[in-house]
């Protein structure tokens, strides 16, 4: 993950696991439904089915493959390369289409600037109000750069969050402060 900044336990940044399945979701013109609902990349991204590339084995391989890449996000087990991730040893087609589609994989991850995030002002408005410092907060949040609105919880400590919401500072603010109220 590539990380804007970490202030006492917490960070942010971009997950490339993450970003990989959603490249892919949506270069390939994905059909799949899963939970959370993320929408599509944003600037989106044209369709493209590489040769070689089973679209229809990699729909059905997606779904487990977005399940697991979360799984390893919360968990902090991020690949150093999109196709070594864990998720993909057991997804020839999808490990193939991160293959085919590494180029575009890794300018899209190499051009991710996570957002500037008033974590530290929150933060010390929440003490403030406590009384206490907050020493044992923990909370991850992963950007992804899709379109719309997004801020999904998706472990206890982990916030999956659009660029678009995190440059949003009237929705960053409240979301972050009622985050941290809880953790603290």
């Known amino acids: 993950m590539k990380f804007a900044r970490e202030v006492s336990g917490i960070s942010h ?5 993450l970003l990989a399945a959603l490249y892919v979701r949506d270069s390939l013109a994905l ?8 929408p599509g990349l944003e600037p989106s991204l044209p369709v493209q089915v590489p040769a070689g590339v089973d679209r ?9 493959w977005w399940a697991d890449a979360l799984d390893a996000c919360t968990r902090g087990a991020e ?8 998720a993909l040893l057991t997804r020839p087609a999808s490990h193939a289409a991160v293959v085919a589609l590494k180029p575009g994989i890794e300018q899209l991850h190499r051009v991710q600037s996570p957002a500037a995030l008033p974590i530290g002002d929150v933060l010390r408005g929440i003490e403030s ?3 206490r410092w907050a020493q044992s907060v923990e909370l991850h949040i992963v950007e992804v750069p899709v379109e719309g609105l997004l801020w999904e919880r998706i ?6 969050a ?3 919401f995190l440059n949003d500072p009237a929705r960053t603010a409240p979301a972050l402060r009622a985050m941290l109220e809880d953790l603290v």
């Open 31 to 38: 059909s799949v439904d899963v939970e959370p609902h993320v």
């Open 56 to 64: 229809a084995a990699v729909t059905a391989e997606w779904p487990g």
């Open 79 to 86: 690949p150093a390369l999109p196709e070594d991730a864990a």
């Open 155 to 160: 472990a206890p400590a982990h916030v999956l």
């Open 162 to 164: 659009s660029t678009r």
């Open 13 to 17: 940044g971009v997950s490339l696991g």
């Open 129 to 131: 109000r406590i009384g």
